[in-house]
């Protein structure tokens, strides 16, 4: 990888970082249905010209109902889900959870694509989702005040992403990225502006608030997206997936510098774990395993 993909890299999981930061700076002022409307809004306002621009405006009036239903799986739902846990579990171990994305994606491809199991993906499964269920066992309590629905709301999303996923590589293969990435935000705001209005909070947000939630939409977001696809066009899916690894580090370190949130011991474990079992699945990380046979 070149320097300066090196240097994409980076500063795509820095954003994607940056949106759990965010998330959490606006959701209290705003309400988890507002925020994720106007993340999804603000990029589609973003993302939408630059479609007109390329050209490419006739891939999503073709391919517009399975791009509607990625819209709601990728990010009409996982936003409204990460940003209601924002309310209530730190940036950093939003963005972990987030990082277990893989691994569902892995196991829904397995069971509706018939995609084969390894041996050492096998592992990583066993790995990674052990992981997830040691951090939501320590920090899922269903008592009043309580984060457990946080969690089950951050799994949710991760769980929707993995399908959206498989979804995507069933029914969009070969569509424009940026068709694709510009139609599921049009296609969530559609389905959040309904919601947003019903609750839309009573006390105007402060500009600190609104400040979180334009960076959330255009950089986090819009400027993200761009990036994103154009990684995968330069570098490959299999090095562009490596932010998937980054993000949490961000995520820690924003919320952390800007917020004031602490890490635990078991955080830190519980993300190394998680990552190990997902650097396992995806093959980022190779296991030589004799035995060719796979599920």
Not at 32 to 45: F, M
Not at 167 to 191: C, E, I
Not at 211 to 226: E, F, M, Q
Request: net charge positive; charged share 10%.
């Amino acid at each position: 990888m070149k320097p300066a993909h090196l240097a994409e890299l980076l500063a795509l999981a820095a954003l994607w970082g940056g949106s759990f930061l965010f998330m959490r700076m606006g959701a209290a002022e705003f309400g988890p249905a507002a925020l994720a409307a106007v993340r999804v809004i603000g990029a589609s306002l973003f993302l939408l010209p630059l479609l007109r621009l390329r050209g490419q405006t006739a891939a999503l009036r073709e391919h517009w109902r399975p791009i509607l239903i990625v819209g709601i799986t990728n990010s009409a739902l996982p936003f409204l889900c990460f940003s209601y846990a924002a309310l209530s579990i730190t940036a950093g171990l939003s963005a972990i959870f987030n990082a277990a994305a893989p691994l569902f994606g892995a196991v829904i491809a397995w069971l509706w694509l018939n995609d084969k199991l390894t041996a050492p993906r096998i592992a990583g499964l066993a790995v990674g989702f052990g992981g997830v269920l040691w951090l939501a066992w320590d920090k899922a309590s269903f008592k009043p005040g309580g984060s457990g629905w946080a969690v089950v709301a951050c799994l949710t999303a991760t769980c929707l992403y993995g399908w959206s996923a498989n979804f995507t590589k069933k029914r969009l293969a070969g569509v424009a990225p940026l068709a694709l990435a510009a139609g599921s935000q049009l296609s969530a705001a559609s389905v959040l502006v309904l919601p947003a209005i019903v609750w839309w909070p009573s006390v105007m947000p402060s500009p600190h608030a609104w400040l979180a939630a334009g960076l959330l939409a255009l950089a986090c977001t819009g400027v993200a997206y761009v990036m994103y696809f154009r990684l995968i066009a330069n570098v490959g899916p299999a090095n562009a997936i490596a932010v998937t690894f980054l993000v949490p580090v961000f995520a820690v370190v924003w919320g952390g510098l800007f917020l004031g949130e602490g890490v635990t011991p078991t955080m830190v474990l519980g993300c190394a774990v998680v990552l190990f079992g997902t650097a396992l699945t995806t093959g980022l990380l190779k296991w030589k395993w004799r035995a060719r046979a796979a599920i």
